[in-house]
C-alpha cells in the first residue's frame, strides 16, 4: 500500500540487473580471479578492455553466441582449462540487493507495474536472474539477448515501455551506468543513479511516495 493519503506518482518501475538488483559484483568477481590464480582484475579487464573479450561479451550480450561458447572462448583468453560453466563460477558469491529487491515488491503491491531491463549475458546453463531470486518479480522483462539490441540503444527502452503500455513520463528507470540513463532520460523517462544500495532505496522511495523498506 502507498503512503497514507499520498498518491503514487508514477505507474511504472523499470530496474537494471547488476548492481541495482545485485550487490556489488566486483568484490565477489575479484575474489574469484584470485582462487583461479588469476590477476584480481583478470575478470574485468578481459570482459571490458580486452579487444577479442569485449567483443565476444557483445556478442553474449546481444544473442550472437551462446553461454557455453562464450564459456569455452573466454576461458582460453583467461587462460583457464576448465570453461565448464565459467559465467556461473565467476558469479557464485554475487549476491541480491535484498532492500532494493524488497522496495521493487512495495512497488508493485502498491500498483506500479515493475519492468527488468537487462544487458543480458546468457540464461543457460547459468541463469542470473533464477540464481538471484527475482526471475519471477516482474510484469515486464526485457533482456539484451532475446532482442538483439543492448542499452543504451533508445530502441530497447521503447520496447520496454510498450510491453509495459505506459508513456515514459509515467516511469522511473533505475541503472547503475550513467550511459544507459542518458536515452531513457532523452525519451522522457526519469532517471535514477544507482550508486550505493541505501541511498537508491532512500531517493526511490521518496520519488514514488512508498513506505519506508524494511532491512
Known amino acids: 500500500m502507498a503512503q497514507a493519503g499520498g498518491d503514487i506518482p508514477f505507474q511504472g518501475l523499470i530496474l537494471d540487473f547488476a548492481e541495482v538488483l545485485t550487490e556489488e559484483v566486483g568484490t565477489p568477481h575479484r575474489t574469484w580471479c584470485l582462487a583461479q590464480g588469476l590477476a584480481e582484475s583478470a575478470w574485468a579487464t578481459t570482459l571490458e578492455d580486452h579487444p577479442e573479450g569485449r ?69 543457460d546453463p547459468y541463469n542470473p536472474y533464477q540464481e538471484l531470486g527475482v526471475w519471477d518479480l516482474f510484469d515486464v522483462t526485457v533482456l539484451s539477448e532475446t532482442e538483439g539490441i543492448a542499452k543504451p540503444d533508445p530502441a530497447i527502452y521503447e520496447i520496454t515501455l510498450d510491453r509495459l503500455g505506459l508513456p515514459a513520463s509515467a516511469c522511473v528507470f533505475v541503472d547503475d551506468r550513467h550511459a544507459n540513463l542518458v536515452p531513457a532520460a532523452a525519451l522522457g523517462i526519469i532517471t535514477v543513479h544507482a550508486d550505493e544500495q541505501d541511498t537508491t532505496v532512500a531517493r526511490l522511495t521518496r520519488l514514488l511516495n512508498l513506505p519506508a523498506v524494511p532491512a
Do not use: C
Open 55 to 123: 567483443a565476444l561479451y557483445k556478442a553474449l550480450e546481444s544473442g550472437r553466441m551462446t553461454q557455453p561458447e562464450w564459456n569455452r572462448r573466454t576461458a582460453a583468453l583467461l587462460g583457464l582449462a576448465d570453461h565448464q560453466n565459467l559465467m556461473g563460477r565467476a558469479w557464485q558469491a554475487v549476491r541480491p540487493a535484498a532492500k532494493m529487491i524488497n522496495l521493487a515488491r512495495a512497488a508493485r503491491q502498491a500498483g506500479i507495474a515493475l519492468a527488468m531491463l537487462s544487458n543480458s549475458f546468457g540464461l
